[in-house]
C-alpha cells in the first residue's frame, strides 16, 4: 500500500585475491558460476550475482577471469602474474 520509490538492487559479490590465491588452480577460468560452486560467494535471491574482484593481497597463479568487474588494483596485479581478463 502506498508509495514506495524505485530501488535498485545491487547484487554484488565481492571477492579478493587473497581469496583467489588460496581457492583456485595455476590456469583455471574465475566466473560467477565456478564461484557459487566452490563455495565462495552464493546465489542471491536465486540469482547468481555480479562479482567484483578488488585488490587486497598478492596472486601468483595465471587466472583467467570471465564476466567479472575487477578493481584496477586487482587487474594490474592479475595481469602481472601472467593472468587473462576476458570482459
Given at each position: 500500500?502506498?508509495?514506495?520509490?524505485?530501488?535498485?538492487?545491487?547484487?554484488?559479490?565481492?571477492?579478493?585475491?587473497?581469496?583467489?590465491?588460496?581457492?583456485?588452480?595455476?590456469?583455471?577460468?574465475?566466473?560467477?558460476?565456478?564461484?557459487?560452486?566452490?563455495?565462495?560467494?552464493?546465489?542471491?535471491?536465486?540469482?547468481?550475482?555480479?562479482?567484483?574482484?578488488?585488490?587486497?593481497?598478492?596472486?601468483?597463479?595465471?587466472?583467467i577471469i570471465e564476466n567479472c568487474?575487477?578493481?584496477?588494483?586487482?587487474?594490474?596485479?592479475?595481469?602481472?602474474?601472467?593472468?587473462?581478463?576476458?570482459?
Open positions: 500500500r502506498g508509495y514506495k520509490s524505485f530501488r535498485v538492487e545491487d547484487y554484488t559479490a565481492v571477492v579478493n585475491l587473497v581469496t583467489l590465491e588460496k581457492i583456485s588452480k595455476d590456469g583455471e577460468i574465475i566466473n560467477p558460476e565456478n564461484l557459487i560452486k566452490k563455495g565462495v560467494i552464493s546465489k542471491m535471491k536465486g540469482k547468481t550475482p555480479k562479482v567484483k574482484i578488488l585488490g587486497t593481497g598478492k596472486i601468483t597463479k595465471k587466472l568487474k575487477i578493481s584496477k588494483s586487482a587487474k594490474e596485479a592479475i595481469e602481472k602474474a601472467g593472468g587473462i581478463i576476458k570482459a
